[in-house]
Nanobody, 115 residues
């Protein structure tokens, strides 16, 4: 099994920054990718950014130029640096880990951006 523990959400004013962290533990060999998704109120969950085991990154158009995904050297913790936050970034942010054919999810962390 895989456990994902997220931290770093909170309330911030528009234009501000937040850094989310996600620590993976358990059976974390053969990870294909880790990433961040978000679910705004009343909307579907959507990809924000991801990073593969090889280090390739992928960003949603809404995140490009403002958000940066990174990880630690052990490849067990992934970060999402969010700058220039907008009210439309308000959502529950979920950490995701892809291992073979399975997806694992964190419990989610709330990010609220006030105007």
């Amino acid at each position: 099994q895989v456990q994902l523990v997220e931290s770093g959400g909170g309330l911030v004013q528009a234009g501000g920054s937040l850094r989310l962290s996600c620590a993976a533990s358990g059976s974390i060999i053969s990870i294909n990718a880790m990433g961040w998704y978000r679910q705004p109120p009343g909307k579907q969950r959507e990809l924000v950014a991801s990073i593969t085991s090889g280090g390739s990154t992928n960003y949603a158009d809404s995140a490009k130029g403002r958000f940066t995904i990174s990880r630690d050297n052990a490849k067990t913790t992934v970060y999402l640096q969010m700058n220039s936050l907008k009210p439309e970034d308000t959502a529950v942010y979920y950490c995701n880990l892809k291992k073979r054919i399975r997806n694992y999810w964190g419990q989610g962390t709330q990010v609220t951006v006030s105007s």
